[in-house]
């Protein structure tokens, strides 16, 4: 092997290596369990028909706790949506928070899925301020109170 070929194997050969040591040093994801007061606030209906789709809008919010501290708080907008005439009948429910965390910024995530919250998943799509480019996962656990519930969050920084 000539010299320009062996310097080029040992290019990618460190370039490959400098890559999964930077993968290898990336901070590992964090699970966070925290209290979420989903207590609603307004709420409109809609319908359309026998055997049409209906469905209601719903939008609240309250405080989010980690243990018994406040740290924050979070808004929701659910939107519930039943189609009858779809193969016997089919439910969708689609919600878009936010969490706002003093000092830090807004974190934003969408979810789908709960009974009504229970069992709902969703994703953590980012914020703002410092909390920008942050990304993960959220599983809405029991019903801990009224209308609060444990909120199960692995999140991944930047």
Request: aromatic fraction near 6%; hydrophobic fraction near 40%; proline fraction near 4%.
């Amino acid at each position: 092997m000539n010299m320009r070929a062996r310097a080029l194997v040992a290019a990618v050969m460190i370039a490959f290596g400098w890559g999964l040591l930077g993968n290898a040093m990336a901070a590992p994801p964090q699970v966070i369990t925290l209290v979420v007061d989903v207590g609603s606030g307004t709420s409109v209906n809609m319908g359309m028909g026998p055997g049409g789709m209906g469905g209601s809008i719903m939008t609240g919010g309250g405080p989010v706790f980690m243990g018994s501290k406040q740290f924050g708080s979070m808004m929701h907008s659910t939107m519930t949506s039943t189609m009858t005439s779809m193969m016997g009948g089919q439910a969708l429910q689609h919600r878009t928070m936010s969490f706002d965390i003093p000092g830090m910024g807004t974190l934003f995530a969408m979810m789908a899925g709960g009974n009504p919250w229970t069992g709902g998943k969703g994703i953590i799509m980012g914020g703002t301020d410092g909390l920008q480019g942050v990304s993960g996962t959220c599983t809405v656990g029991a019903q801990v109170g009224g209308t609060q519930y444990e909120l199960t969050c692995t999140v991944v920084l930047p």
